[in-house]
């Protein structure tokens, strides 16, 4: 499971596009605020580009007892996060997760799974209107496995509040890749989520 792979709660979703800075030095600095997991996601680059950021960021997450999850990887990784409809890998992975949208199936003997959207959010305009916490408390309460609010938070307030809501952590895209403070954020979220 994810608790035992990390006990870090707040897990951030890497987007080069909104970043002020290079990846890797914007993640030195949110560091700079308690550690959390990193996904590295940004499909939108090549393998070996992705690769590259991922050698770059595994020393930062080793470092503060992080964990890097890789987001849908043509090759075999120890961490991986799949898509709502890709294919699990032949060989499982030390930790596995998947996003899951209302109304989609969710597959038990995943590590973890991410819930969205919560909020309203632009990153997630096919996915439906946003749950709310009513739809987060019953999710949670449905399945045994650990649950990952995503979508729409970029404060602390809504990540106290699901956390209340029985998500086991929280995820964050925007609200951390374009800080221009980023640890500040980082740290205001991590009080959020273990002040719960």
């Not at 890797?24 to 997991?37: E, R, S, T």
């Not at 096919?126 to 995503?150: D, K, T």
């Not at 998500?167 to 890749?177: D, E, P, Q, S």
Request: charged share 20%; hydrophobic share 40%; proline share 9%.
């Amino acid at each position: 499971m994810i608790v035992t792979a990390s006990r870090q709660r707040l897990l951030v979703i890497t987007d080069t596009t909104q970043c002020g800075r290079p990846l890797v030095d914007q993640i030195k600095l949110a560091l700079q605020g308690g550690p959390f997991n990193v996904l590295l996601r940004d499909k939108h680059l090549p393998w070996d580009a992705r690769q590259d950021l991922a050698a770059q960021l595994t020393p930062l997450m080793v470092a503060h007892d992080a964990q890097l999850i890789v987001s849908d990887p043509p090759e075999q990784c120890e961490a991986v996060h799949l898509s709502a409809s890709a294919q699990r890998p032949r060989r499982r992975p030390a930790l596995l997760g998947r996003s899951v949208h209302p109304g989609e199936v969710v597959d038990v003997s995943l590590d973890y799974v991410t819930y969205s959207p919560v909020y309203p959010t632009a990153s997630k305009p096919g996915y439906g209107p946003a749950v709310g916490l009513r739809g987060l408390r019953e999710f949670c309460r449905e399945y045994p496995i650990p649950v990952v609010a995503l979508g729409g938070i970029t404060g602390p307030q809504q990540a106290r509040d699901c956390r209340r809501a029985g998500a086991w952590g929280v995820a964050v895209m925007g609200a951390v890749m374009s800080a221009n403070e980023p640890h500040t954020v980082v740290a205001g979220l991590r009080e959020a989520i273990e002040s719960r």
